[in-house]
């Protein structure tokens, strides 16, 4: 998994709750990425980070936070789960060999967290 | 682009033979695209890339070949083994948003 750890693994919330998502990388790439999978949608990306403390939002960010306040660590904070929050959440690094923003460079995935919000 | 639909298309290959995934990717401006493996429980790993101003890139028995014209991208497989059961996810990155689109995923099934 490319250097790239997920923690909880496995987390059941109930619905209202404050939840965080840990990504930890050892790396030390640049980009930082947060995806959900889900049946019929495939992966979709929710927020990113360009380095330290600079994050912008992916295509399903609503109902979501990030905070990078260092390189190897990016984290996801659902501020008061939904159900609609069930699903599969990946993280995935990339190094750009360009200014682009995100990279456009080759992403490596974490091995996910499974959370599900009753 | 994006995925639709509740079902994954299915590829169901013996061992030994070779495999053929297909993929049709959303945007003429992409130039750059990538085939993931995904098997179950685990992260999308990468196999292979390629860049748009190829047509065709070889891995260890993979190939990759890129048609641009009819934007269509696909995953050959040289004598599939059961390890190489999986979902497998072309993603394309169009370059001025730099944003990685999965297609839809295909189920390959590999009989012994």
């Known amino acids: 998994d490319a250097g790239i750890t997920q923690s909880p693994r496995h987390k059941v919330t109930e619905t209202g709750t404050p939840v965080t998502l840990r990504c930890h990388q050892t790396?030390?790439?640049?980009?930082m990425y947060w995806y959900r999978q889900d049946p019929g949608h495939g992966l979709r990306l929710i927020h990113y980070?360009?380095?330290?403390?600079?994050?912008d939002k992916g295509e399903v960010s609503d109902g979501y936070s990030v905070s990078r306040s260092k390189t190897e660590d990016f984290l996801l904070t659902l501020e008061s789960a939904t159900s609609s929050q069930t699903s599969v959440y990946f993280c995935?690094?990339?190094?750009?060999?360009?200014?682009?923003?995100?990279?456009?460079?080759?992403?490596?995935f974490g091995p996910g967290t499974r959370l599900t919000v009753l | 682009g994006e995925s639709v639909g509740l079902h994954l298309p299915t590829l169901s290959v013996q061992e030994g033979d070779n495999s053929i995934i297909n993929c049709a990717y959303s945007?003429?401006?992409?130039?750059?695209f990538i085939w993931y493996k995904q098997e179950s429980g685990k992260g999308p790993q990468f196999i292979i890339d390629?860049?748009?101003?190829?047509d065709k890139r070889q891995g260890q028995r993979v190939t990759v070949l890129l048609n641009k014209t009819v934007k269509h991208l696909s995953l050959q497989i040289a004598a599939t083994q059961p390890g190489d059961s999986a979902v497998y996810f072309c993603?394309?990155?169009?370059?001025?948003?730099?944003?990685?689109?999965f297609g839809q995923g295909t189920e390959l099934s590999v009989k012994p």
């Open positions: 995935a690094i990339s190094e750009s060999k360009t200014s682009d923003r995100p990279s456009t460079d080759t992403q490596y």
């Open positions: 790396e030390n790439h640049r980009y």
């Open positions: 980070s360009y380095g330290v403390k600079d994050t």
């Open positions: 945007n003429s401006a992409s130039d750059y």
């Open positions: 390629i860049r748009s101003n190829m």
């Open positions: 993603a394309e990155i169009y370059n001025q948003g730099g944003k990685l689109i």
